[in-house]
């Protein structure tokens, strides 16, 4: 996306370049500015006009990379590096999908020294990285819930632990089992209902924090953590079933206790 | 008899404790696989870097090693200038391309490098013999494996392919000579090497006399700094990178899983402590009147934290005992899972045990343990024993 001013026109023969808004900042460069472009380093190269400053993608192969874009007109750029009239590929775009594949056949049976692939097969191919990050992410998730379950189960027994006079007192009263189970459960599903809402608006919090300090460190526009609704679903189904887990195995050992016993006579 | 009060008071509930214990335990391991992550890929990369002694590495200016396919022409004169500084003892110049193997109709792709095989810092030879000859070269399993190859065999080499032209720029018959393994590519590569002279001459006047890296070696006792400094403004066109600058770039460059250690880490601390001081403090609450009853015998409040500071680091000593077993396997997992980054050398651990690494998690989970007893242990110490005793009685 063009962000300022569009590519000037040609000034005389000097070419118009764009670069990206990274290169932009640090080397103070603005639309309009006279800069040296070369092959190699040293190069005598040509004076151009930056035409254009372009804003970085949301592109995660590219944060890891802390390296300037320039775009050249192509018949510029052949001249500049010797390249002749070669490209490194083309893009093709097609009406509809079932196109893609009837071109990419249709160019495979008569290419000479190339190959067409579809956009998806390349995308695919060139995001394992991103597939590992991913891989281990969900590996650290995995071991987060085993330990937020673990945490979750230990202080809803103890919530229900400490209630072991109040339960005495309404089984005395003549409340039955049934119903004294049921307060009890209720009450551990409410606690973990809560619990789940408020660690949603803190991993809201902390999801903001995240995207704040990466997309400043990386300068992308790229979120590196996302909140949806799937997450929160799951965050709080899993919470709310240990809670009403845990709720049940505490209420049915305190329930089956004499409720004297409960009181420690 | 404060530790016979703390064990009697764990033991009662048990069921509890043992969840206490398994919290920690879960919390531990990701301590110590977050301590294992976050120095892991530094120490591990630089042990590679500095395995075959080699110091500095000469790459052409503005690029990292094999970042690009950028080389460095007249490679014997840049020899020759740093051999006569007597900081260096060893250059091994290396160049880099891609040959195919052409057999009948079969074509597999190999990365090849090129290099002076008795100074080389890039692979070790595992079986048969170096390719000290010009028309051998050496290969790793992935490429026997490919190719179907075998030590002894002679295959035809080619560089230089043009898609337009469909041939080869350079063909070269070879004898395979050892299988080697190397230590900077990636597992699953296949590629060989051979002597430098022949690569280049593979590669036809683009690739004469050039090198895609130097790697060098400093004389023992000499400061690799002030041998970089003067390879920059001897050869200029060149960037001299030592291991140390090697390591800060490679830093830079993984930050975000030191940052992602560093936060987990942080978190599983302080789970862990919650943990405690939330199962200690409930211990406390239940006690309250025995507490109470102890103060009124006469015991100390001295004695009565110490209890209660023994038995949360009793909680966090076992669950830390069980958490540094456990954070060893899911580091052994979680390993195995980076490890499949494209382009990782194979030697390359981002969770890399260290004994340093445990004693920094065992560290943090006992002081983490004797603050969660902080807590529960001053309200305990704190109590009005006559008031408690008469609630306790009217209860």
Redesign the interface.
Known sequence: MVSLGLALALQGTTRTIAIDERLATDASLHVGDRVVVASTPGAAGDTVIVGAILSRRADPSEIARDEYRVRLHLDHLQELIGYGDRVDRFAVATRDSSGAERARTAINDVAFGFRAHRSRDVAIETSQTFRVVSRFHRAIGVITIVASAIFLLCILLLKVDERRRDVAALRLLGLSRRTVLGAVVLEAAFVALVGSLVGTAIGALASAAVNAYYQAHYRTPLRFSIVTPDIIALAALLSILLGIAAGTLAALRLVRARPLALMGR | MRLHLAIASLTR?R??TA??I??VA??A??LLDMVMLSSGMRESFGALLESRGFSIRLAP??TLPFDTDATIGGASEIVAVLTRNPDITVVSPVLGATVHVVEGADRTTAFAIGVHPAVQGDYEVERGADALAGDSFVANEEFATATGARVGDTLTLATGY?????AYGGERRAVFSGVARFLYLSRGQPAIAMPLATLQAMGGTERRDRASLFMVRVREGAAPDSVQRWIEQTVP?VDAISTREALARVD??L??FRQMALI?GGV?LL?GF??VT??VT?SV??RIGEIAVQRAMGISRAHVVHQIVAESLAISLLGAGVGLALGLV?AR??NG??A???GLPTAIDFFLFQPRAAWTALGLLVASGILAGVYPSWRAASLPVARTLREEAV?
């Open positions: 509930h069921a509890r969840l206490a398994l919290g879960v919390a391991a990701m200016r503005g043009s898609p337009q032209l469909r066109r830079e460059r930050a975000y987990l599983s789970v919650l943990l939330t199962l409930v609450n239940q899911t997992w979680l899972i980076l499949s980054f494209p209860a």
